[in-house]
């Protein structure tokens, strides 16, 4: 969980006071050590761990789970190193603060190259999601970027923190189509 936190770059922690009481905390990108991001997945897959298309965060977190011994070993195979902050989570229904510095809204924000697609730009996507195949076709807007994503036709689809989100974007690797909106003559 602690290795999904780093890739994502923020997220939601759920502490337990000495009271007892249970709060929620927003943990949020501050930086990185400006090392080169290798997956961890493409290092199972060399290890002959995972199939290539088998290697999701579910597989990843199973295959944890059954080499307990070998995880440091994952997880040094990436040098990068993503610093986090705490943040007040004034409002549990307010997503994390994406690059372009709002919001992101589940189901209407994605992560994308900034260098291909500006920041605040809309863009219709056509894919599917990955566990039902149900078609996925929208207007998301530009409001993230991470470094995986890199090239013109490259989103990634936040799907929020409620439900099945982790699992969807754990297993959202499908073919996408996109298109940018522009006004006429801009670009």
Do not use: C
Request: net charge positive; hydrophobic share 40%.
């Amino acid at each position: 969980d602690a290795l999904v936190l780093q890739i994502q770059g923020s997220g939601r922690l759920r502490l337990q006071g000495s009271d007892g009481r249970m709060q929620t905390v927003r943990l949020a990108y501050a930086g990185h050590n400006d090392q080169t991001y290798d997956a961890v997945g493409r290092w199972l897959i060399n290890q002959g761990q995972l199939r290539a298309d088998g290697a999701n965060w579910p597989a990843i977190k199973d295959w944890a789970r059954r080499n307990p011994q070998r995880v440091q070993e994952m997880l040094w195979s990436n040098p990068r190193v993503v610093f986090i902050r705490e943040e007040p989570l004034p409002d549990p229904n307010v997503g994390p603060r994406g690059a372009q510095g709002v919001p992101l809204t589940p189901g209407r924000s994605i992560a994308v190259d900034p260098k291909s697609v500006p920041y605040g730009t809309p863009v219709w996507i056509d894919t599917t999601e990955p566990l039902s195949g149900t078609p996925l076709r929208r207007l998301v807007l530009a409001q993230d970027t991470g470094s995986a994503i890199a090239g013109a036709v490259r989103a990634d689809y936040f799907w929020g923190w409620d439900g099945d989100a982790a699992e969807q974007a754990g297993r959202m690797r499908q073919p996408l189509r996109m298109w940018v909106l522009w006004p006429r003559g801009a670009r």
